[in-house]
């Protein structure tokens, strides 16, 4: 298993993070900034192992951006996935998104000035062209070929077919041609479509900006394209992380309001085991929960994933005895 190389780690804590790249040193580290509630996050750690077993003197770290939140504010990290890459202990390089053939270009590109824990080792042989065509074509479920990236396509095509992507939640990881001529040259050949951008499912070519339009004014393309998280499901399952969850301004440390620590105090004396969300850590949870539950204000209280309410239900139910059951799920 990936996970049991020694390359590639997981880092819970902001101390246990400092270490690795201290103990990284000159050496390339890449860390994932991750979620659990987010599939295109498992999608881009099986990429990472991959990369872990070609790449042996480069340290792979995955790390919960919610659960060390001093490191994903240090690093301005607001979504997820996000790639950071280090080198002396200093920030080298930055990816966002699930994009697997631009952090195995990155990957690649980086490393090759670092030598290997050991010392440097011998260039590796250079994969045919045809073989590395294949591999960015299967990277993920849905690889587009186009001009630029999706935060600043650079022709008026890519735009276009980022934009359909996006109008119907599509999950796609993106490859820039404009940053490899091999691949762009090479790529017209292989498939035997002369123009960019290019679409391909699960390593088969669908083809073009007009295929795809055609494929949304059909309706087929959902059917097509592997859908992208919405933010419903992300909110279910952050509603599901624990029996208890939480929602507040702070977390079990540290509350950031009057409210979140009452509830705390509260919560704390029910001796019940409880997980806390940092609704202040992100402004997409914070508005969509309001919406999704129909209720209004924070702290908001979920057993089982059920609502339960604020401040004032968890101190009425203290008050007739009933706290501990309810966060039991026995009533």
């Known amino acids: 298993m990936s996970e049991n190389m020694a390359n590639f780690v997981e880092a819970t804590s902001s101390q246990q993070f400092e270490d690795l790249l201290s103990k ?5 580290t890449v860390v ?30 995955k790390l919960e951006a919610e659960a060390v939140p001093e490191v994903s504010e240090k690093y301005e990290i607001a979504s997820v996935p996000t790639f950071l890459f280090f080198k002396g202990g200093q920030k080298i390089d930055r990816l ?38 294949k ?3 299967n990277a993920a479920p849905c690889m587009l070929f186009m001009k630029g990236s999706p935060q600043e396509p650079r022709c008026g095509f890519s735009r276009q077919i980022v934009a359909l992507f996006k109008d119907h939640a599509i999950q796609f990881s993106s490859f820039d041609i404009l940053s490899d001529e091999e691949v762009r040259g090479g790529l017209k050949t292989f498939s035997n479509w002369p123009t960019y951008p290019q679409v391909y499912i699960n390593g088969e070519l669908v083809g073009g900006l007009d295929i795809v339009k055609e494929l949304a004014e059909s ?18 399952s952050t509603i599901n992380r624990s029996p208890v969850m939480l929602f ?32 202040l850590e992100n402004e997409e949870v914070r508005q969509g929960l309001k919406t999704y539950s129909n209720w209004p204000t924070y702290p908001q209280l979920y057993v089982k ?19 501990s059951s309810v966060l039991r799920g026995e009533c």
């Open 219 to 236: 309706g087929e393309l959902q059917n097509t394209c592997p859908k992208a998280v919405t933010l419903e499901h992300r909110l279910k």
């Open 305 to 323: 994933g059920e609502l339960i309410g604020g401040l004032d239900i968890v101190k009425e139910l203290k008050e007739s005895g009933d706290l």
């Open 32 to 61: 994932h900034f991750q979620a659990a509630w987010a599939p295109q996050c498992s999608q881009m750690n099986d990429v990472m192992g991959e990369l872990a077993k070609e790449n042996k003197h480069t340290m792979f770290v």
């Open 248 to 279: 507040m301004k702070g977390n079990k440390e540290q509350a950031k309001c009057g409210f979140s620590l009452q509830i705390l105090e509260i919560m704390n004396s029910a001796g019940v085991e409880y997980s806390t969300f940092d609704i």
């Open 135 to 137: 591999r960015l074509i």
């Open 24 to 28: 990284a040193g000159k050496f390339l």
């Open 96 to 133: 966002d998104g699930a994009h697997a053939p631009e952090l195995t270009n990155k990957v690649q590109r980086l490393s090759v000035s670092s030598g290997g824990l050991g010392g440097p080792g011998p260039e590796p042989p250079k994969e045919d062209l045809n073989e590395r065509l």
